[in-house]
């Protein structure tokens, strides 16, 4: 297939970009770097991959033929969407109407990367696709999370009026080699400071929880939906639930550092629990993950040590 990704040069999208010009693929990805960087994609030589630096916010041209749009752009972490507001809602309202624009043009199949934020603190636990959320529109995390519904629903509308084959992910937390060590997100920066001999930063007392899955089982489940006939929302994430602090604790255990664990205040509207219902993707994917987080950590530590430092008790 020839496929385009937007946000190609992203944590996600290089993986995703790798999977499939592995299995011969043609990728054509585009990203205006705002968050990405061109190393996570520099290791990449396939004749088959074409790279366009461009932002996506603007009308969305490609001459080639496309059997499939995959928009991935936008900022993903708090401190991102945080510094970058009006960039995010602008990639999630007018990049994904000018992705699914495109997709129409050239009849291609289209999948959105959306996002657990969606949910914003839960009411329901685990969450399933059916729940509606618990969102603060006017908040400062409403940037993130008011943008990708917008992009579901613009998505949907795609589909039900204008006849594009679309399909929905809602990825929850997901780490692995290639996150920026400066994020803010969770396992990137305690698994950087832990390698530099830094206190580990928690917010608020820890005991929120989260769900960490490995990066190839969410490739894996995005390539599933991908050959699927599923329309409308799936979450694809790993339902072993686990504190904050506990994460905390088993990235210092699993690197022997002697880092203390320090508390900060916890941020605005900071969701207290967050666990997907997979239900829905084990019976209409066949998809469940396989890595286990302790697995996923190791090999994320070895990476962020071959590329930012040698680890320190």
């Not at 960039?87 to 000018?98: D, N, S």
């Not at 084990?282 to 987080?293: A, F």
């Amino acid at each position: 297939m020839n496929i385009l990704i937007t946000g190609v040069a992203g944590f996600i999208g290089s993986h995703l970009a790798d999977f499939l010009l592995a299995r011969g693929h043609r990728v054509i990805g585009m990203d205006n770097l705002l968050t990405g960087s061109t190393d996570n994609i520099a290791h990449i030589r396939d004749p088959n991959f074409t790279f366009i630096q461009y932002d996506v916010t603007n009308f969305v041209y490609v001459e080639d033929p496309l059997d499939y749009v995959l928009h991935f752009a936008s900022p993903a972490s708090p401190i991102d969407y945080l510094k970058w507001p009006i960039a995010t809602l602008k990639v999630g309202a007018y990049g994904t109407h000018h992705a699914l624009g495109l997709a129409r043009a050239k009849g291609a199949r289209f999948l959105v990367a959306s996002t657990s934020e969606t949910y914003g603190d839960p009411m329901i636990h685990p969450q399933p696709e059916t729940y509606w959320g618990n969102v603060n529109p006017i908040g400062v995390r409403g940037v993130y999370d008011e943008a990708k519904r917008f992009a579901e629903a613009m998505t949907m509308a795609y589909h039900r009026y204008k006849g594009v084959d679309t399909r929905i992910v809602r990825i929850f937390n997901t780490f692995g080699p290639r996150m920026r060590k400066d994020d803010g997100r969770a396992v990137p920066t305690f698994i950087n400071q832990a390698l530099h001999g830094e206190p580990l930063t928690v917010f608020g007392d820890g005991s929120q929880t989260r769900s960490f899955g490995y990066i190839t089982d969410l490739v894996e489940g995005l390539y599933a939906l991908m050959q699927s006939d599923e329309h409308e929302p799936v979450n694809i994430g790993n339902p072993e639930e686990m504190t904050v602090r506990e994460m905390a604790e088993t990235i210092i255990a699993i690197m022997k550092s002697s880092s203390p664990i320090i508390y900060k205040p916890l941020p605005e509207d900071d969701p207290k629990v967050r666990q997907p219902d997979i239900s829905k993707a084990k019976r209409v994917l066949g998809w469940e993950p396989k890595v286990p987080v302790k697995e996923g950590l190791i090999r994320t530590i070895e990476w962020f040590v071959a590329n930012h430092g040698s680890a320190r008790a």
